[in-house]
């Protein structure tokens, strides 16, 4: 059975950084896209930044460009988002999921309902 596990997040000031991990099991990933979804209360699930693992290639959202690293562990299956100059604004629930069937020009796709395979959700949150 697939898992998809986040650990990392917790409560941090504005400017600080959190480095949030995915741990996959239950399946070895290779053609498929991972992402970082988030939700904040009384909003929608956003795509924050998606990778497609077949070949790295990344998509982050306008508003963590520059700020949002993703990088992956292809030994253990582990996905990272490394999350620098945070703002309250990035606060939220944040996700980790996978989508089966992906290619690269489809890594831009990130609508929540084209992904399969979620974790359970670390929150984030940041203080002014």
């Known amino acids: 059975q697939v898992h998809l596990v986040e650990s990392g997040g917790g409560s941090v000031q504005a400017g600080g950084s959190l480095r949030l991990s995915c741990a996959a099991s239950?399946?070895?990933?290779?053609?498929?896209?991972m992402g970082w979804f988030r939700q904040a209360p009384g909003r929608e699930r956003e795509g924050v930044a998606v990778?497609?693992?077949?070949?790295?290639?990344?998509y982050y959202t306008d508003s963590v460009k520059g700020r949002f690293t993703l990088s992956q562990d292809k030994a253990t299956n582990t996905l990272y988002l490394q999350m620098n100059s945070l703002k309250p604004e990035d606060t939220g629930m944040y996700y980790c999921?996978?989508?089966?069937?992906?290619?690269?020009?489809?890594?831009?796709?990130?609508?929540?309902?084209?992904?399969?395979?979620w974790g359970q959700g670390t929150q984030v949150t940041v203080s002014s």
């Open positions: 239950g399946y070895t990933y290779s053609s498929v896209c």
């Open positions: 999921a996978a989508r089966r069937i992906c290619n690269n020009v489809q890594r831009t796709q990130v609508g929540p309902n084209l992904y399969q395979l």
């Open positions: 990778v497609y693992i077949g070949d790295g290639a990344t």
